[in-house]
């Protein structure tokens, strides 16, 4: 007999939702993202039973975009699947997102920003999905090239179309952010959120002023390796586990990372976390939505467990002055 997911009845009690910039839309505090480990190398029944365990708790969004694997589009044809297979009666509880600006196929009309790329990748990736729409659809970095009225103009039209609901930008800087969302305000189509990295290790969008640029002109922020992709966890602080990022995938983290002065910070972050009641990883993520300059954390996982364990944040999202000075201490910023 078929394994029939039925979610649970409790899955909207503990979960925080915030607004997005202006929007009428809100996200759950946590959402899961799709980046890593929903590829084609990858265990299906894990992703599965993340997804369940992810809804089961209240994370109604699932982040994606259209190079995401390996191989590209092999994590939202595995979401698609999952989709198909477990939450078609749940689809109106879901924020479905995905994007395109990097590289996805041969050629000169496969990357980047032009009308031609974005509208054949909406089409491409709501196939892999097996939806009518998603429900943002992000450009996914800037076009140096490519003029942004055409890039703006692209994701409006995607919007009327209905392929999409709203329209998102990503790794976008404070000057783009500007001008696109002054663009797509004279196309009455509202950019409603900027998806950037974010960490205690990574302040880029409080330096280049991206955190306060989406506050002023209401513009959500959602936020992408929060762990700084493991580094703000326990796992690398008696040596390099087998099965870690640093071990099995080269590409985004690498063993020189891990310096002396970057082990005594995880160390001194990993006491104060402890202090705090929560692990590493719960504090470096509550610390993202502690000023709600950020509407919501996108976290991977590669277990269901990992997933339990980080929604227990929405609990103990709030620093004391003390704290928040410690840890700036601790990073070198003080």
């Known amino acids: 007999m078929a394994d029939v997911y039925v979610a649970s009845e409790k899955r909207y009690e503990k979960m925080v939702y915030n607004r997005v910039g202006k929007s009428g839309l809100k996200f759950p505090a946590v959402s899961l993202g799709f980046w890593h480990n929903f590829g084609s190398k990858d265990n299906y029944d894990t992703m599965k039973a993340m997804c369940r365990t992810a809804f089961d708790v209240g994370i109604t969004q699932f982040d994606l975009a259209n190079n995401y694997g390996p191989v590209y589009g092999s994590a939202e044809e595995n979401a698609g699947r999952i989709l198909r297979e ?90 783009y952010t500007r001008k696109a969302a002054a663009i797509m305000k004279e196309l009455h189509c509202p950019l409603i959120v900027n998806q950037r990295k974010y960490s205690i290790f990574d302040r880029t969008i409080e330096e280049d002023g991206v955190k306060q640029c989406c506050r002023e002109i209401g513009m959500g922020i959602i936020a992408f390796s929060p762990l700084a992709q493991g580094l703000l966890t326990d796992k690398y602080l008696h040596g390099i586990p087998e099965d870690s990022r640093i071990a099995r995938d080269h590409r985004f983290l690498k063993a020189d990372a891990l310096t002396e002065e970057c082990l005594n910070r995880i160390g001194r972050l990993n006491t104060m976390a402890k202090e705090r009641g929560q692990s590493l990883a719960q504090m470096a993520l509550s610390w993202i939505l502690k000023d709600n300059g950020v509407c919501s954390v996108l976290i991977g996982a590669s277990r269901p467990e990992q997933i339990l364990e980080n929604i227990c944040i929405v609990e103990n999202t709030a620093f004391t002055e003390e704290e928040i000075r410690r840890i700036e201490e601790i990073c070198g910023r003080a």
């Open 86 to 175: 477990d939450f078609r009666p749940y689809r109106d509880e879901l924020v479905i997102t995905s994007k395109a600006g990097y590289d996805m196929w041969p050629g000169p009309y496969g990357d980047w920003g032009s009308k031609k790329y974005l509208t054949a990748s909406v089409d491409q990736s709501l196939k892999r999905l097996g939806l009518e729409y998603v429900d943002i659809f992000y450009h996914h970095r800037m076009d140096p090239e490519t003029p942004l009225e055409e890039t703006m103009e692209a994701l409006a039209s995607i919007v009327r179309s209905g392929k999409a609901l709203y329209a998102g930008i990503s790794n976008y800087n404070e000057e």
